[in-house]
């Protein structure tokens, strides 16, 4: 079982940066691709980024490609999510979600291969 904690969420004016964390526990969490979906209301839950167990391969969603920065440190448990370039259409709970040594474009932007989810932060970005 794999626990994760999200923090760093917030308000952000349009053009700015928030960077958000997922702190994991209860696993050996250099064997977890770890990757981050958001949620708008009334809105599916999309892929954003994901970072592969041992960092070597990441991916991002072309929306964020250039603006958001994925990164881990295994040392410490924790994933990151550096959000750059802020736009109000980036608002949107944003969950961070481990599965295990999961690679390839085509399984990690689908959310149903992730068995372990955090609660969620909360990104607002004003205009």
């Known amino acids: 079982q794999v626990n994760l904690v999200e923090s760093g969420g917030g308000l952000a004016q349009a053009g700015g940066s928030l960077k958000i964390s997922c702190a994991a526990s209860?696993?050996?969490?250099?064997?977890?691709?770890m990757g981050w979906f958001r949620q708008a209301p009334g809105k599916e839950r999309e892929f954003v980024a994901a970072?592969?167990?041992?960092?070597?391969?990441?991916y991002s969603a072309d929306s964020v490609k250039g603006r958001f920065t994925i990164s881990r440190e295994n040392a410490k448990n924790t994933v990151y999510l550096q959000m750059n370039s802020l736009k109000p259409e980036d608002t949107a709970v944003y969950y961070c979600?481990?599965?295990?040594?999961?690679?390839?474009?085509?399984?990690?932007?689908?959310?149903?291969?992730?068995?372990?989810w955090g609660q969620g932060t909360q990104v607002t970005v004003s205009s």
């Open positions: 979600a481990a599965a295990k040594l999961l690679i390839g474009i085509g399984g990690v932007r689908h959310f149903t291969n992730y068995p372990y």
């Open positions: 209860g696993g050996t969490f250099n064997v977890y691709t």
């Open positions: 970072i592969t167990w041992n960092g070597g391969d990441t």
